[in-house]
């Protein structure tokens, strides 16, 4: 059985006022710093002090294939995962460039993709089995392969540098997986979910939201986390969780990506509500059902719920290219809690 690694919740209100007057003294009119200040405040919460210092960031490429792309639900063959695992290790990928022009270290784990890799630098093989069954015929996975890969997730986090983990993803067919976990968790009906992801066209959404459909009767009596989780998710989803669980454990800041790296936070605060305060959400993807997931982890459109989502720019990748590109802002909001003068030590007159 899988032991969840224990993640105590946050809230601590002495630390929270300290913030919020160390960044109410600041030389901007009271309030102007917006969701800036909002994202300084969460990561002086998450790093549990006035003067967060993010370093050694480390960006996980989690990948693996999924038995449910035989059934049509992406616009890609399996082979581009284990083909972008090459683009990922070379530096071509979008991730890898972002990644490398922020100093973020990219790590690629090989969760269950169905191809043999010789071992390279950057690339962690910790295989549960090549691929998923297919979920629209029964379970995805056994309850024994799900534990596997929570524990390798806990295992690989353990044995990173850094206080911060940014979220990423490779496997065709993934947004099935995370559609189901999200209609399964998340009470919604699976079409309300079911988008595009690599960029089906209308009739081939009508088709992957039959085929989810078969997939969640085929798995009716997997309601709770874990078990929803080994039935309808995937390998690189579960090793996800176990990481995420870790990271927040050991108090790390956690960048969470799109759609696929967020039904993974959705699994991992179902397990341990406490995780939801360890994150910070990098981006809205273009993917369907991701507004409606962000809503559910308390993430919804910046006006309505907290710091929201930090950048909406039409992405529909994956891969952690959201959480790399919004990287730079959990920079800044850093350095101006550190850096900035208040109004007193800068001689600024206050308001009036
Ligand atoms: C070339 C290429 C690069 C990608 N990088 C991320 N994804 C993204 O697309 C996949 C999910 O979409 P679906 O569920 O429709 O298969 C995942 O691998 C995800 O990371 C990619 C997809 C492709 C084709
Ligand atoms: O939001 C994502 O993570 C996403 C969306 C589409 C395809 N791949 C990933």
């Known amino acids: 059985m899988f032991q969840i690694p224990p993640v105590p919740d946050l809230n601590n209100p002495d630390l929270a006022a300290a913030l ?3 960044i109410a003294r600041k030389t901007v009119p009271h309030g102007a710093l917006g969701r800036l200040a909002a994202l300084a405040q969460r990561l002086g919460a998450i790093l549990g002090t006035t003067e967060p210092r993010l370093h050694a960031p480390q960006l996980v490429v989690f990948a693996a294939d999924h038995g449910i792309v035989a059934r049509g639900v992406s616009a890609y063959p399996s082979d581009v995962t284990w083909q972008m695992v090459g683009n990922f290790l070379a530096g071509g990928a979008a991730v890898s460039v972002l990644a490398r022009q922020h100093g973020i270290a990219q790590t690629v784990v090989d969760c269950g993709v169905r191809h043999d890799f010789a071992p390279a630098p950057g690339l962690l093989i910790r295989k549960v089995a090549a691929g998923t069954q297919d979920a629209s015929a029964g379970p995805a996975m056994t309850a024994a392969q799900c534990d596997q890969a929570l524990a390798n997730g806990v295992a690989l986090v353990q044995g990173l540098p850094g206080n911060a983990l940014l979220l990423g993803e490779m496997g065709i067919g993934n947004t099935s997986a995370a559609t189901l976990l999200t209609a ?22 009508a088709r992957k939201t039959a085929v989810l459909r078969e997939a969640l009767a085929a798995n009716a009596e997997a309601t709770a986390p874990l078990a929803a989780l080994a039935a309808l998710g995937g390998l690189e989803i579960a090793t996800m969780v176990g990481a995420i669980l870790q990271a927040a454990s050991e108090r790390r800041v956690i960048v969470v990506d799109g759609f696929i790296a967020s039904a993974a936070v959705l699994v991992a605060s179902r397990l341990a509500p406490p995780v939801l305060q360890r994150c910070v959400f990098a981006h809205q993807s273009d993917e369907r059902g991701h507004a409606r997931l962000l809503a559910m982890l308390g993430a919804g459109a910046p006006a309505q719920q907290g710091i929201g989502p930090l950048l909406d720019m039409g992405l529909r990748v994956g891969e952690g290219s959201g959480a ?23 001689g600024v007159s206050d308001r009036a």
């Open 20 to 22: 919020a007057d160390k």
């Open 324 to 346: 790399a590109l919004a990287w730079p802002l959990l920079v800044s909001a850093c350095a101006i809690l550190n850096e900035m003068a208040s109004f007193e030590s800068a």
């Open 184 to 205: 399964r968790l998340g009470g919604v009906d699976v079409a309300e979910v079911t988008g595009a992801g690599t960029g089906l066209d209308t009739q081939g959404v």
